[in-house]
């Protein structure tokens, strides 16, 4: 069965970075697109980035662009979003999601506090 | 970027009853409008696609209606385990973007 799994979530001061991962299985990972959502505590959610399927295009939110990185090793079955320059606001739960739009399968989340 | 409307902020339904949420953008999206459903401390499922397509697995009393810009998702007799959050979302257009939510809570 498809399963995604979040890692990488942790406290982390304002500024620094952090680098999450997302190990896909059950479903043929190198033919999609995939996502990362978020959804601060409390609020709702909020689209972050996408990968096409060969990694060939990349989009952002604007809340994240200049800062976070999406990018994919589809020898590894693995998503990851490279976060710089970390905000207060970047706090939230972080899912990944896909397979392309809309999100037929999501992770169960890894949570990203952002705090000094 | 597409602006996602939803209302009401609340719903406050009774078991058994309809319920009946409102998603509008702020341009045409077509029909490339998601539904997603969320309950405290779970990720969200996916419920309809294309505006009125159930996803695999999702009971018959959730469906969806509505093009270009006005949508609407309705459960026909609400079911305890139907009390959650729900936001539409549309993939039309880069960014993607998710309306701010409907919470349908217990009368």
Known sequence: ?116 | EIVMTQSPATLSVSPGERATLYCRASQSVSRNLAWYQQKPGQAPRLLIFGASTRATGIPARFSGSGSGTEFTLTISSLQSEDFAGFYCQQYDNWPLTFGGGTKVEIK
């Open chain 1, 1 to 116: 069965q498809v399963q995604l799994v979040e890692s990488g979530g942790g406290v982390v001061q304002p500024g620094r970075s952090l680098r999450l991962s997302c190990a896909a299985s059950g479903f043929t990972f190198s033919s999609y697109g995939m996502h990362w959502v978020r959804q601060a505590p409390g609020k709702g959610l909020e689209w972050v980035a996408v990968i096409y399927f060969d990694g060939s295009n990349k989009y952002y939110a604007d809340s994240v662009k200049g800062r976070f990185t999406i990018s994919r090793d589809n020898s590894k079955n693995t998503l990851y979003l490279q976060m710089n320059s970390l905000r207060d606001e970047d706090t939230a739960v972080y899912y990944c999601a896909g397979r392309d739009q809309p999100f037929d399968y999501w992770g169960p989340g890894t949570l990203v506090t952002v705090s000094s």
